[in-house]
Structure formats: structure tokens, C-alpha cells
């Protein structure tokens, strides 16, 4: 098994930046992408952005171009996710999820581990 636990949600301005983190332990050579994933209150979760599990890859969600940055440590086991210019329509529960397959799908059955969620809520 896998396990995946996020930290660092908060309440945040608009304008404002967070990082988010996740932890993997257990059966980690078990996995390969990851990604992050969110969901607003009464909306389907979505994908944020993505990392290849076997190339420099990354992918994101277009409305987070520029504002959000995904990132790896293998060694730490640690998924990153840099927020910057946040904006109210990125208040969320985030996600953390991996996959056994090496390319992050967008599609949220692809995903066999999630973590609990870390809420993030972006309001003056």
C-alpha cells in the first residue's frame, strides 16, 4: 500500500502564495506520476498539474499557467506545489495522488492513491 498525507492549506488574500506538500511512505516503488487534484465546494474534482514518472515532464491545468508549480523530490518522497497569485476561484480542497503508470492522466479514475486533502481557501 500507499500511503499520501498533504499539508500546508490555509487561508490566504487574494494576491497571496502557498505551498503545499505531500508526504509518501509505504510501497513508494510502487508508484509513478503523481499530481495534484481539487475540489470547490459542489464541483467535480479536477486536475491542477501533473508529474511524469520517468521524464522531466510536467503538465497543468491552464488556468494555473504561471501561477502554480508542481515538483519532486524522489529521494525526500516528497510532491510539491508552489502557489503564487492566488486568485478566490482556486479555494479548494487539494488533493495529492499518484498512479502506477508513468503518465499523470487527468482523469481522476486513473489515480489508485489519494490523501485525505488539505483545504485552501483564498478570501480577503
Known amino acids: 500500500q500507499v500511503q499520501l498525507v498533504e499539508s500546508g492549506g490555509g487561508l490566504v488574500p487574494p494576491g497571496g502564495s502557498l505551498r503545499l506538500s505531500c508526504e509518501v511512505s509505504?510501497?513508494?516503488?510502487?508508484?509513478?506520476?503523481m499530481a495534484w487534484f481539487r475540489q470547490g465546494a459542489g464541483k467535480d474534482r479536477e486536475f491542477v498539474a501533473g508529474v511524469h514518472g520517468r521524464e522531466p515532464a510536467k503538465y497543468y491545468q491552464e488556468s494555473v499557467k504561471g501561477r502554480f508549480t508542481i515538483s519532486r523530490d524522489s529521494a525526500k518522497n516528497m510532491l510539491s506545489l508552489e502557489m503564487n497569485s492566488l486568485i478566490p476561484e482556486d479555494t479548494a480542497v487539494y488533493y495529492c495522488?499518484?498512479?502506477?503508470?508513468?503518465?499523470?492522466?487527468?482523469?481522476?479514475?486513473?489515480?489508485?492513491?489519494w490523501g485525505q486533502g488539505t483545504q485552501v481557501t483564498v478570501s480577503s
Open positions: 509505504g510501497r513508494t516503488y510502487s508508484i509513478s506520476a
Open positions: 495522488a499518484a498512479t502506477r503508470s508513468s503518465t499523470p492522466s487527468r482523469d481522476v479514475t486513473s489515480y489508485a492513491y
